[in-house]
């Protein structure tokens, strides 16, 4: 049996730096572990305490980090007591108003909204139409009470409905003092109804040409003393 001649030195250094070479380029290409739970955990609550959000002050939108709710000024503010929570949206407010605009103007808009799709209460009555006979002109007027609200009518005696609208005998205007503001003749009871149907409706959906009406009026006309 022939004895195998043993590798040289040579042979044996190219072979060590052969395998250092391969070690070195498996390791490089092998994928990167992933990092641990912790690693994870720690990245998440940086990124948490890094994000931004707005202020909650009602119309403020300054960023404000995600550990806080008010912006710099507005927290000053908060603690000498200056502003609280609106009780509608839940953001803040300055004391003096019950809350904040945002939701007194959306309130306004549902009461607006609610009023204009409310159905046309004409005056009116089966009594009325026996005196009407022989009468060539009635009246359609406007009222503007107390709380600075205007109220269209028709009659075919003024003076006489509006001694009714004074001593709180008529319903719609009870309890509130009234005053005319305005009034125009027409020829038959059918032309007052559908005029104080405009006048009523103008008075829901536009209440400056009502305004301006009553203006013009006022301007050429002197108001008839019916107290």
């Not at 202020?55 to 709710?69: A, D, G, K, L």
């Not at 607006?112 to 002109?137: L, M, Y």
Request: hydrophobic residues 25%.
């Amino acid at each position: 049996m022939r004895n195998r001649k043993k590798p040289s030195t040579l042979s044996r250094f190219i072979k060590a730096i052969v395998d250092a070479v391969g070690s070195e380029a498996e390791r490089k290409g092998a994928p990167k572990k992933p990092h641990n739970s912790f690693a994870r955990q720690r990245g998440s609550n940086y990124k948490q305490r890094t994000s931004k959000k707005t202020c909650q002050y009602w119309n403020c939108n300054i960023n404000v980090r995600s550990n806080h709710f008010l912006c710099a000024e507005h927290y000053e503010d908060y603690q000498e007591y200056v502003i609280d929570k609106c009780p509608e949206c839940g953001r803040f407010k300055d004391v003096g108003f019950d809350v904040c605009k945002d939701c007194y103007s959306a309130s306004k808009k549902r009461g607006a909204d609610k009023k204009s799709n409310s159905p046309i209460r004409r005056e009116h009555s089966k009594a009325w139409e026996k005196g009407d006979q022989g009468i060539e002109n009635f009246f359609v007027y406007i009222l503007k009470d107390d709380r600075g609200e205007f109220y269209p009518g028709q009659t075919r005696d003024l003076r006489i409905r509006y001694g009714y609208h004074t001593d709180g005998k008529v319903e719609s205007t009870a309890g509130r003092k009234q005053k005319l503001v305005y009034y125009e003749t027409l020829s038959s009871r059918q032309q007052a109804t559908l005029r104080e149907t405009e006048l009523k409706t103008l008075v829901n959906k536009n209440p400056f040409k009502i305004r301006k009406m009553i203006q013009d009026f006022a301007d050429n006309h002197k108001l008839i003393t019916l107290d």
